[in-house]
Structure formats: C-alpha cells, structure tokens
C-alpha cells in the first residue's frame, strides 16, 4: 500500500491516463486530514466541502470516491448504515478491520496483524498485488443487547 501525496497521486493517474484535477486533489486532501477512525460518506464529504467554499459537485465526488477505492488510496467501507463511508487507505501499522452492531451502528475500530498477513499472503501466492485487505465484522453491542432483553 502507497502513501499518496498529491505528486504521486498525479503520477499515477498519468500511467492510466487519467489527470489531476484540482477535484481530485481537494478530496485527497480532505481525507489525509480527515482525524483517525473518522469516516466520511459522499454526501458527508459534499456538505464539508459545501462548508468550505468548494463547489464540488455530488457526482464529481461519487465518480472521485470510486476512482480512489479502485486505486487502493481510500478504503470503501459499508459500515451498516445503507450507503459507503470512505477513510484513508493506511499502510501497516495503521491498518485495522470494524466491528459494527447492526442495530446502533457503533463502529468500533481494531487491529489484528493476522487478517492482513493472511491476506498479504494470499495475493501473492496468486499474483496479485494487494490493495487494501478489511474485515468487518456484524454483531449486536452490549447496550443494544440489554435493550433485547425482555423485562
């Protein structure tokens, strides 16, 4: 996994074809400064750029995101709330998997070193080259547990 800088980000996108827009470095940009464990959905990242002045529009950053997961600089998460949240794709030792309960979806972040050298692992053994490797785990928390208990 890359750390990417806008200067590299730019490099990358040339070998594809693509280009730097100012777009695409504004959400860059957004989410290296986003503090850890926070998570933005597209309509998120729209009404903090909206706070900010940038005129973005909302398809501009749903095509970004996408481009972005696909490339492995953000990391696409379905975090049970019925649409995607994105983060930063951190190398080792910053990479952690979610645990959320589908019923408050409390998001709890952790690390296990194991989940990510399987998967290192895995992909190499099959010629792949690993972009990003995430567990996330469903469950029901404590409070939303005693919130089922009948009385």
């Excluded at 990242?45 to 909302?58: C, P, R, T, V």
């Excluded at 600089?73 to 049970?80: A, C, N, T, W």
């Excluded at 080792?92 to 645990?99: A, C, E, F, K």
């Amino acid at each position: 996994m890359t750390v990417y800088t806008a200067t590299s980000l730019k490099a990358e996108l040339n070998d594809r074809g693509w280009r730097l827009t100012p777009q695409r470095e504004v959400i860059l940009h957004v989410f290296q400064e986003l503090p850890k464990g926070e998570h933005l959905s597209a309509e998120d990242l729209y009404h903090h750029l909206e706070a900010q002045g940038e005129g973005i529009s909302l398809s501009t950053i749903y095509r970004t995101l996408k481009l972005m997961a696909r490339m492995g600089i953000l990391r696409e998460l379905e975090l049970g709330e019925g649409h995607k949240h994105y983060e930063i794709n951190q190398p080792y030792p910053y990479h952690h998997h979610h645990l959320i309960c589908v019923r408050c979806n409390k998001t709890i972040e952790f690390k296990n070193d194991s989940i990510l050298k399987i998967g290192t692992k895995t992909a190499q053994k099959e010629g792949y080259h690993l972009l990003d490797c995430q567990l996330t785990i469903h469950a029901v928390c404590p409070s939303c547990q005693r919130a089922l208990l009948p009385l």
